[in-house]
C-alpha cells in the first residue's frame, strides 16, 4: 500500500467508530508533516515541547496541536498558547501551573489526565489509586480551575505484545473513564475523550471504547 492508502484505509476504521486520529509526527520532517496536511489531516501529536514549538512556526496555523509527551511545569508558558490539548497531565502540581499561566494569557485549556492501566513501572502517569487521589483533589477545589479543563483521560497499557493482556487493560480504563464521568463530571458531555492506542493497538483500543488513538510509526514509517 501507498502511505496515501494506508492514511485513508486507517482513517475509515476510525471514522467507522466515531473517533479522532492524531497522527503522532515526533522526530518526522515538516515536509512528511504536509504530506499528511495535504490529505486532510489536522490534527498531530508531539511528545517534546521543542519540537513542537518548532513545527508548529514553520506549519499551518490551522494544525491542532497535541501534546502527548511529559510536561515539565517549567515549560508550560511556552507550549501553552500553541496546543489544543494536553494529553499528559500526571499530577495536580502541573494542573496548577497549567491554571496558572491559562489565567495569565486568558486560553481555556482542555487537558487529558494520564492513566496506567498496568503496574508497570514507568515514569509517567497515574494509577488507578493515585488517580483517585488526583480527582478528588481536583473537585475539592473546582473552582479555581476556571481556566483549565478536563476533557477526558489518555490511557496507557503495559508495554506487550500480548493482546489479551492489552484488551483487558483498556476495557479497564474505558470502564474507569466513565466511572469518573458519573463520579467527578455529573455525567457532563465535555467529559468525552478517552485516548487510548497506537500503531499496534489501536483497533484493539477502538473496540474498547477509545475516542482518540494516537498513530505515529503506521502512517510515518518507523522512527529512528
Ligand atoms: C510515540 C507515541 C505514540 C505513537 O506511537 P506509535 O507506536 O508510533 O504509533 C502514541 N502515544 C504516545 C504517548 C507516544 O509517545
Redesign the pocket.
Known sequence: MTEKETFFKIQSIIQKKNATLVA?S?TKTVAEIMQLYELGQRNF?E?KVQELIQKHAELPKDINWHL??HLQTNKVTQVLPLVSLI?SVDSIKLLNEIQKQALKINKQTKVLVQLLAGHEKTKYGLNFDNAEIFFNEYHHSRNKYSHVKIVGIMG?ATHTTDSNIIAHEFKLLHEYFLQLKKSYFNHQNEFKECSMG???DYEIALNKGSTMV?????LFGN?N
Open positions: 503522532v515526533k501529536g511528545n502527548i509527551g494529553h496507557m497506537m500503531s499496534s494516537r498513530i505515529g510509526s503506521l522512527r
